[in-house]
């Protein structure tokens, strides 16, 4: 596949000491960010503008609606689930709401021993009444399309792109009700 758009969203780690993992990553795909530069902007201190914390899907979740409000309409949208397990997560949600984007799973060829030791902390992600939880998410996929074509976000879309606010502290806190 080769697309004529490609965004990248790259991972911040909420940990100072893991802070070298999203200039790790930007450094492995540096060949692609090259190619798209102006689809990913870069900050000022070289890494890219379009980065998601790895623990707090809330994050993926709104940039992924953000990109979907600016290119869903006329573009198909194509994800690889390449980051961290809350990146993830935030992309499913996103699924939910827009069953037209896709999603691709890579597989590697092999593990790499020694890649991944201990755990650190646990977190879990508390949905109560799960089932409600996905019925109401995928009504914020009900916005009417015409209201996208003027590039401008109405109420309803400016909602749907601010659902889920990133909680200061645990990812360990339900998330917000719908």
């Not at 900050?43 to 953000?66: C, P, V, W």
């Not at 409000?69 to 194509?78: A, D, N, P, Q, T």
């Not at 992309?91 to 021993?113: A, C, G, M, R």
């Not at 879990?124 to 799960?130: C, F, H, R």
Request: one cysteine or more; a positive charge.
């Amino acid at each position: 596949m080769t697309p004529h758009r490609l965004l990248l969203i790259n991972g911040h780690p909420p940990r100072d000491d893991y802070k070298w993992r999203e200039e790790a990553t930007q450094y492995i795909h540096k060949k692609y960010w090259l190619e798209h530069s102006l689809d990913n902007p870069l900050r000022k201190d070289g890494l890219l503008k379009r980065a998601t914390s790895t623990l707090h899907y809330q994050e993926s979740f709104n940039t992924i609606e953000d990109i979907y409000l600016k290119h869903g309409l006329f573009e198909r949208i194509v994800c690889a689930a390449t980051g961290s397990k809350m990146q993830t997560v935030g992309l499913f949600f996103s699924k939910i709401v827009h069953p037209d984007i896709q999603i691709d799973y890579p597989t590697p060829d092999s593990l790499v021993k020694g890649m991944s030791t201990g755990v650190r902390q646990v977190h879990e992600l508390l949905i109560p009444n799960y089932s409600n939880f996905l019925i109401q998410l995928k009504h914020l996929g009900e916005i009417a399309p015409s209201s996208k074509q003027d590039g401008k976000m109405n109420g309803a879309e400016k909602s749907a792109s601010s659902r889920f606010a990133t909680p200061a502290g645990s990812s360990s806190k339900p998330p917000p009700a719908l």
